[in-house]
């Protein structure tokens, strides 16, 4: 059984639409190259209530959860005691990390706001920030980053090495320029005879091509061979309605790292 | 009290990583420029069961939902049966969107599979389609569209008048070339003091730059004259820090609509 996670998005800028996030792809992708599952995903903005809600319903129903944003030092930074509220814990200044960002300010410039990011759950573990100093931090199943995607990307660097690695999903991607309803039919018979593989169909239109309506079929699973053979059924399929199917490489064919 | 909304984005492809998603962050806009409050976002996968979860739990918190994704032709377009299976309710073809689909194609191409198209759960009203014909629709207090970025855009302009206006939240930007760790006290007290509105802080890094450690502060609130009391405020205490504040303009104090 592969392993499953979830995502937690914080932060009241992702919700007003001011800021887009991007955290939750990059995620999605490191996951995907790791073999790990990503099952769900949650935004919620900087509520305390909010946050301990939806990590203790995501940390209760998958094998990790990765949260993104509120570990900085302003007063809306409330990601650190909503986490030990979660848990049940204490929270205070964790000697290391108290040590690592007193290190890096000037005398007399480590000031109470920035020590607030040294105050991290009880029977947590740092998460190394190689980016920016503060770091994040691991308790139970749960790692808690920064939401600066530069910091958030180095933090997913530096758990890599500890996270489990499963058998990651291969992926072939055939596109058709066939329109989706056209092709839906043959397409969900190569489903039914392939039942160990998903496909899902997502269609596109380009305006000014010659046969400007098509999709592309992506073939997911974890048995290469398997999907190798849906893959070749599905190009016979787009054959037989009169179209060149295409292979081509999508993001999660060619893992990032 | 303003009315509150939650989204609900559905599809593997988002989970997988191969699709970044920027229908929340276009609906969260949306949402603002009415006055209505994004409060939770949830995305999931092509599972019936996971769709109906995550719908149950949203539609029974928030005044309204949104769900992308899920309602085309293919075999893993599932959201209609999973919305008529959260609401208890019987799923049959609609006739109104049924002689909609039949008349976009040539005699025999209205096949089967798009004819699925036309399956709405009992009960539910459609929402027009102005970009590629199939519909939406819209069932007590969930409002269904497409996944596909162009389609759904054209189907929030199309339900926009049926929703409800409140009073917009308000927004300025005041933007600081002060490290957040240095405003990061003043600013805590400014939102002390400034209790009905909410002040956001978001660091930013530009190298290269003179000063490169800087943070955007976000004021928001209902109360015009609060947002910029407290706006004013807040460009003080940047003065007192020897830097020049800038009221910078931001999506979410421009909305686009």
Known sequence: MSKTAAVLVIGDEILSGRTQDTNTNHIARFLTALGIDLKEVR????????????????????????????IGPTHDDITADAVARAFGVGIGYHPDAYALLEARYP???????????ARIPEGAALVANSVSGAPGFHIGNVYVMAGVPMVMRAMLETLA??????????????????PEG????????????????????????????????????????????????????????????????????????????
Chains 1, 2 share one sequence.
């Open 161 to 178: 090495p500890e996270l489990p690695r499963g058998p990651t999903v291969q992926s072939v991607t055939v596109e058709a320029a066939v």
């Open 107 to 117: 005398p007399g410039e480590f000031n109470d706001m920035r020590k607030r990011m």
């Open 182 to 257: 056209v092709i839906a039919p043959g397409l969900a018979d190569v489903q039914k005879a392939h039942k160990d593989i998903s496909i899902g169909s997502y269609p596109f239109y380009r305006e000014g091509a010659d046969k400007p309506f098509g999709a592309q079929l992506v073939v997911r699973g974890r048995d290469g061979a398997a999907v190798e053979r849906a893959a070749q059924a599905l190009e016979e399929l787009v054959r037989s309605l009169g179209a060149a199917p295409q292979r081509i490489n999508t993001a999660d064919s060619a893992p990032k790292k």
């Open 43 to 70: 935004v919620v903005g900087d509520e305390e209530g909010e946050i301990v809600a939806a990590l203790n319903a995501l940390r209760g129903a998958h094998d990790f959860v990765f949260t993104t944003g509120g």
